[in-house]
């Protein structure tokens, strides 16, 4: 895989207004290196996304944020406490690491209940915690009841507990319906609203840019791009799709766009052409088209997905389909 | 902060299923050796090893059935240590715990010290009932407990059961640093209970049985028994090589937690 490019946010806040800073984050294990000198700048109060495919370091990433796994080198700090020192830090935090784990034999209330008691936090906390999940009726059954979903609300609930000012959730809608994923996303955005700043961890892509207003992608372990959702989306041009009204005409306008100097002109497919120049209006390859004696009957802007832009950025292509997972690219 | 640990282990530890197994199967294993050797002993001498009633009729008769059944209440602990630390791994529950409590040895001490006191006081209840069904037990046989009841009884007694529950103590946390290595419930046990009962009895005990006194279950068992004149072992002895291997296990499990990757 060859990374097109490493970027910092321009204008890069102070850390003090970083929520979670790091720098040359490196973790190897023998001699695999499963995240490659990543440094993160996420600010305090976003929803960040961090994208990338099945393997690509997220969760070791987070792991190491979480003080469950040592860095091979470099370091950082979260909410101003530095990496090496998890306990200046953790009482701020809530987590939901990969699957939810808790004790099956135990209710739900009794696992928060664990929980608070060893972060000496008020066990009065669990409450509401249970009740912002949607999950105070089912609290006092067995957490092995529980259907997937509900296990997930629990691990939100538990990663709430603290008051936190930065909750880290990995893969929150892993293997959720698609209504448990809108209510997740719904989650999501009420946790903004309070201040707390979200770290989401997602290989759908779709998901995230759905949610986040910042974004963190990374790919064999190594940081592709970071930095506001807005920002990105607005580096990218849209594609102009546009079809003849015959369909004879589809490769004579291939032809004239190539000639005019477009810089990218796909094949004809579907009996469309796609367009993926910047700087070139709608109005322009109408023009050209007429010139040439080809009446259009579609002229339409592509924007590109955050999942189009990932695999622009990691120079690979996309063979899939909104909605499909980036780990199915090996 | 290990009182939070403590306290937090406690809520998994006082589920009902655990607490009536733990304790009940405890309780009806020391009450099934006292039936034993109440049922079994000959009137005079001694028979298969066994005490005779009149020896039960003595002061110490009241503690017999339950040092017997000691070997059993350990290994019953270590397996019990073994599933609360292994489970952590297996379930993926160890990662929420470290978050909450990141500072491990803490956590891990916490942990060690609420299931040791677990198993203290099953221990403590498996010896009320061991004596109970003594009593009812001497009544059917027609042995005099007005010994039992006596100062020296009662010293015999209390001298008895501390030294029990040292070895349970020890058997406990042995449990607890193997399920801690070997992140399994299930092998923690197996390798356990097969290093108590073949390896160290059956193997090493009698192809060389000069290694004896320095084996940590024989070592258990003789503070226990209060000595082991099978293989010629004194209190002290045995109470120092299991410290040292107590300690041992307890500073490898300690640095190897502290510094562990947690990636279950």
């Known amino acids: 895989m060859t990374v097109t490019q490493v970027t910092r946010p321009t204008g890069q806040p102070p850390s003090s207004s970083l929520a979670v800073s790091t720098d040359g984050l490196t973790k190897r294990f023998g001699d695999r290196t499963v995240v490659d000198g990543v440094g993160l700048a996420i600010p305090r109060g976003s929803v960040c996304g961090f994208v990338g495919p099945n393997g690509a370091g997220k969760t070791t990433t987070i792991r190491m944020l979480l003080g469950l796994i040592r860095p091979t080198s470099g370091g950082g700090s979260i909410l101003g406490g530095s990496l090496t020192d998890p306990a200046s ?218 999942e189009d832009l990932f695999f622009q950025l990691t120079g690979t292509e996309s063979a899939l389909t909104p909605g499909q997972e980036m780990g199915a690219i090996k | 902060m290990i009182g939070a640990s403590y306290l937090s282990e406690w809520v998994k530890l006082k589920r009902r299923t655990l607490l009536l197994s733990t304790f009940l199967g405890l309780a009806a294993a020391a009450a099934l050796f006292v039936v034993l050797i109440f049922s079994n002993a000959p009137a005079h001498g001694s028979g298969g090893g066994l005490p005779s009633l009149q020896q039960l009729a003595r002061p110490n008769g009241l503690v017999f059935g339950l040092t017997r059944a000691t070997f059993l209440l350990g290994v019953v602990a270590f397996g019990t240590a073994a599933a609360q630390t292994a489970s952590e791994y297996s379930l993926g529950t160890l990662r929420q715990l470290l978050v909450r409590q990141p500072r491990r040895v803490t956590l891990l001490t916490g942990k060690m010290l609420a299931v040791v006191t677990f198993m203290v006081l099953a221990t403590a209840f498996a010896a009320i009932v061991a004596f109970l069904i003594a009593n009812v037990m001497a009544q059917s046989r027609g042995v005099s407990t007005r010994a039992w009841f006596t100062g ?89 090589v299991a410290v040292i291997y107590i300690a041992a296990a307890i500073a490898a499990a300690s640095l190897t937690f502290a510094r562990r990757d947690v990636t279950a």
Request: hydrophobic fraction near 50%; aromatic fraction near 6%.
């Open chain 1, 89 to 306: 830090y953790l009482h701020k935090v809530g987590a939901l690491i990969e699957a939810p784990a808790f004790y099956p034999q135990l209710s739900g209330r009794d696992n928060l209940k664990a929980l608070a008691r060893l972060g000496r936090i008020p066990a009065a906390a669990a409450g509401p915690a249970l009740e912002r999940t949607g999950m105070t009726a089912r609290a006092g059954d067995k957490y092995r009841s529980y259907s997937l979903g509900m296990k997930q609300r629990l691990g939100i609930a538990a990663a709430l507990l603290p008051s936190p000012e930065l909750l880290i959730l990995d893969e929150p809608a892993n293997g959720l319906d698609p209504a448990g994923i809108v209510e997740m996303r719904g989650l999501i955005r009420s946790f903004a609203d309070d201040g707390i700043t979200v770290l989401v961890s997602s290989h759908l892509i779709s998901e995230i840019e759905q949610v986040c207003d910042h974004v963190v992608m990374i790919r064999g372990g190594r940081l592709v791009h970071q930095g506001p959702v807005a920002d990105l989306a607005a580096r990218q041009r849209p594609d102009i799709v546009v079809a003849p009204e015959h369909a004879a005409d589809l490769a004579q306008l291939t032809k004239v766009l190539q000639f005019s100097g477009l810089p990218t002109v796909a094949g004809p497919a579907d009996g469309t052409v796609v367009v993926a120049a910047a700087g070139v209006g709608a109005a322009d390859l109408n023009r050209l088209a007429t010139r040439h004696g080809i009446t259009l009957r579609q002229i339409s802007e592509r924007t590109h997905s955050l």
């Open chain 2, 152 to 240: 020296a009884g009662f010293g015999d007694l209390l001298g008895a059961l501390g030294n029990i529950e040292l070895a349970v103590i020890g058997y406990s946390i042995l449990g607890l640093v193997v399920g801690q290595f070997l992140r399994s419930a299930v092998a923690a046990v197996i390798v356990g209970f097969a290093w108590l009962l073949v390896i160290e009895q059956f193997i090493l005990t009698r192809i060389v049985p000069s290694a004896a006194p320095w084996l940590p279950g024989i070592s258990l068992s003789t503070i226990a028994g209060g000595g082991n004149p099978d293989f010629g072992i004194s209190y002290s002895h045995g109470l120092i």
